[in-house]
Protein backbone atom coordinates (compact mmCIF):
# COMPACT_ATOMS: atom_id res chain seq x y z
CA UNK A 1 0.00 0.00 0.00
CA UNK A 2 1.41 3.36 -1.36
CA UNK A 3 1.79 5.74 2.02
CA UNK A 4 2.89 8.77 2.25
CA UNK A 5 3.36 10.37 5.92
CA UNK A 6 4.16 14.72 6.41
CA UNK A 7 5.66 15.44 9.82
CA UNK A 8 7.38 18.30 11.61
CA UNK A 9 4.59 21.17 11.29
CA UNK A 10 3.59 22.99 14.25
CA UNK A 11 3.60 26.72 15.61
CA UNK A 12 6.60 29.00 14.94
CA UNK A 13 7.28 32.67 15.06
CA UNK A 14 7.89 34.71 12.40
CA UNK A 15 11.73 34.40 11.33
CA UNK A 16 11.66 31.01 12.38
CA UNK A 17 12.50 28.41 10.55
CA UNK A 18 10.46 24.79 10.11
CA UNK A 19 12.08 21.47 8.33
CA UNK A 20 8.59 18.82 7.29
CA UNK A 21 9.17 15.43 6.58
CA UNK A 22 7.53 13.19 3.74
CA UNK A 23 7.99 9.32 5.04
CA UNK A 24 7.06 7.22 1.65
CA UNK A 25 6.00 3.32 2.02
CA UNK A 26 4.72 0.44 -0.65
CA UNK A 27 6.79 1.53 -3.60
CA UNK A 28 9.83 2.26 -5.01
CA UNK A 29 11.44 5.21 -4.17
CA UNK A 30 14.01 5.88 -6.53
CA UNK A 31 11.26 5.53 -9.47
CA UNK A 32 9.18 8.40 -8.35
CA UNK A 33 9.00 12.13 -8.00
CA UNK A 34 8.11 14.12 -4.73
CA UNK A 35 5.96 17.22 -4.69
CA UNK A 36 5.22 19.44 -1.86
CA UNK A 37 2.07 21.74 -2.18
CA UNK A 38 0.49 23.68 0.49
CA UNK A 39 -3.44 25.45 0.88
CA UNK A 40 -4.23 28.19 3.24
CA UNK A 41 -7.74 28.74 4.44
CA UNK A 42 -9.86 30.16 1.70
CA UNK A 43 -6.93 29.66 -1.19
CA UNK A 44 -6.46 27.57 -4.11
CA UNK A 45 -3.45 24.66 -3.24
CA UNK A 46 -0.26 26.11 -4.32
CA UNK A 47 2.53 24.04 -5.74
CA UNK A 48 6.02 24.32 -3.57
CA UNK A 49 8.16 22.67 -5.02
CA UNK A 50 9.46 19.10 -6.48
CA UNK A 51 12.19 16.51 -6.13
CA UNK A 52 13.19 13.57 -8.81
CA UNK A 53 14.54 11.11 -6.15
CA UNK A 54 16.76 8.74 -8.21
CA UNK A 55 18.75 12.14 -9.11
CA UNK A 56 17.71 14.40 -6.66
CA UNK A 57 17.45 17.70 -8.42
CA UNK A 58 14.81 19.58 -7.72
CA UNK A 59 12.74 22.74 -9.00
CA UNK A 60 11.03 24.98 -7.20
CA UNK A 61 7.91 28.00 -7.50
CA UNK A 62 9.34 30.98 -8.00
CA UNK A 63 7.56 32.69 -4.82
CA UNK A 64 9.06 30.41 -2.23
CA UNK A 65 12.95 30.02 -4.34
CA UNK A 66 15.76 30.73 -1.88
CA UNK A 67 13.43 30.06 0.97
CA UNK A 68 12.57 26.86 0.58
CA UNK A 69 14.86 23.77 0.50
CA UNK A 70 13.50 20.32 -0.63
CA UNK A 71 16.01 17.23 -0.04
CA UNK A 72 15.25 13.04 -0.69
CA UNK A 73 17.44 10.88 1.85
CA UNK A 74 16.50 7.36 -0.02
CA UNK A 75 17.88 5.53 3.10
CA UNK A 76 15.10 6.86 4.91
CA UNK A 77 12.92 6.98 2.12
CA UNK A 78 11.87 10.54 2.92
CA UNK A 79 11.94 13.66 1.58
CA UNK A 80 12.04 16.77 3.03
CA UNK A 81 10.99 20.60 3.04
CA UNK A 82 13.13 23.13 4.47
CA UNK A 83 11.49 26.27 5.36
CA UNK A 84 13.20 29.32 6.60
CA UNK A 85 12.57 33.08 7.06
CA UNK A 86 8.45 31.76 8.01
CA UNK A 87 6.34 34.33 7.99
CA UNK A 88 2.58 34.40 8.70
CA UNK A 89 2.19 34.22 4.69
CA UNK A 90 3.60 30.92 5.25
CA UNK A 91 0.65 29.84 7.40
CA UNK A 92 -1.58 26.34 5.29
CA UNK A 93 -1.40 22.92 5.53
CA UNK A 94 1.75 21.05 3.97
CA UNK A 95 0.69 18.16 1.41
CA UNK A 96 3.55 16.29 -0.11
CA UNK A 97 2.48 13.98 -3.20
CA UNK A 98 3.51 11.43 -5.66
CA UNK A 99 4.08 11.61 -8.88
CA UNK A 100 6.37 10.07 -11.72
CA UNK A 101 8.44 12.66 -12.78
CA UNK A 102 8.82 16.72 -12.03
CA UNK A 103 6.84 18.48 -14.78
CA UNK A 104 4.41 21.13 -14.66
CA UNK A 105 1.93 18.60 -16.38
CA UNK A 106 2.20 15.55 -13.96
CA UNK A 107 -0.05 14.05 -12.33
CA UNK A 108 0.03 13.25 -8.40
CA UNK A 109 -1.58 10.39 -7.58
CA UNK A 110 -1.20 9.62 -3.94
CA UNK A 111 -1.63 12.42 -1.18
CA UNK A 112 -0.19 12.63 2.32
CA UNK A 113 -2.76 13.69 5.29
CA UNK A 114 -1.21 17.27 5.31
CA UNK A 115 0.64 18.80 8.47
CA UNK A 116 -0.45 22.28 10.07
CA UNK A 117 2.29 25.11 9.76
CA UNK A 118 1.06 28.11 11.80
CA UNK A 119 3.40 31.46 11.83
CA UNK A 120 2.90 33.55 14.63
CA UNK A 121 3.63 37.88 14.13
Known amino acids: EVQLVESGGGLVQAGGSLRLSCAASGFSFADYAIGWFRQAPGKEREGLSC????????IYADSVKGRFITSSDAAKATVYLQINSLNPDDTAEYYCARARRCSSDVYYDYWGQGTQVTVSS
Open 51 to 58: INNNVGSA
